[in-house]
């Protein structure tokens, strides 16, 4: 069963680079801490009582107080490197398993992060990718240490690699909620038209419609 997960947000300033051409710093800003709610939002609803946000933004830390979640200064500022020692401080507190959602989820579910504690009650890795296969969006594990943290470019492929190098009994989960993100254009685009067709349960992505988009 999981029981903690790990929200890792970059710096604020530095985020969704890629959007640029649509949005401007404060606008991109707005879309991180909101797609962050969103997150958190699913994780609670799911049940999970421990959630720890890690960043370097007074913002994000007056988000993760204000919803009663734990927030870890990154201090290393490298995303692996700050899953690794956050994985080893945690685990040495909590027996279950855990798991890692990127901030920029916005229609994940409760149900999505229910679905990968199950999965995980039957296997030692649980990878959720992003479309096209290539990122990761979402990793549950049994403990700390049991595949090397690798996300970037290509960590799908890398993870998985890494979990049948290592011997570990790994489910892939897939859903519209785990494995769409926000980094494109194209996604942003892709929201507006869910949003716009009237989805059931897409009501908070409002935000697209604060942002002019």
């Known amino acids: 069963m999981l029981e903690f997960a790990i929200i890792p947000v970059k710096k604020l300033a530095d985020g969704k680079s890629r959007l640029r051409r649509l949005l401007n710093q404060e606008q991109r800003k707005q879309l991180i801490i909101k797609m962050l709610?969103?997150?958190?939002?699913a994780c609670l609803?799911?049940?999970?009582?421990?959630?720890?946000?890690?960043?370097?933004?007074?913002?994000?830390?007056?988000?993760?107080?204000?919803?009663?979640?734990s927030f870890i200064p990154d201090v290393w500022h490298e995303l692996n490197e700050s899953l690794e020692n956050t994985i080893s401080a945690l685990c040495s507190k909590y027996a279950g398993g855990f798991a890692i959602f990127p901030c920029d989820l916005p229609l994940l579910l409760p149900e999505d992060v229910k679905t990968i504690g199950r999965l995980l009650e039957y296997n030692?890795?649980?990878?959720?990718p992003s479309f096209g296969l290539k990122g990761t969006n979402a990793l549950?594990?049994?403990g700390?240490?049991?595949?090397?943290m690798q996300f970037g470019v290509s960590s799908f492929s890398k993870h998985m690699s890494?979990?049948?190098?290592?011997?570990k009994k790994v489910a892939v989960y897939a859903s519209l909620g785990v494995c769409l993100d926000v980094d494109l254009p194209k996604d942003l685009k892709t929201l507006k038209?869910?949003?716009e067709s009237g989805r059931k349960g897409i009501e908070s992505l409002k935000i697209l419609n604060y942002l002019r988009l």
Do not use: F, W
């Open 124 to 128: 030692e890795v649980v990878i959720s």
């Open 193 to 195: 038209k869910l949003l």
């Open 45 to 69: 609803g799911a049940g999970l009582n421990n959630v720890y946000v890690i960043g370097s933004d007074p913002e994000v830390e007056l988000l993760a107080k204000q919803r009663g979640l």
């Open 37 to 41: 709610e969103l997150v958190v939002d």
């Open 144 to 148: 700390a240490h049991i595949i090397k």
């Open 162 to 167: 890494s979990a049948k190098a290592c011997g």
């Open 140 to 142: 549950a594990m049994k």
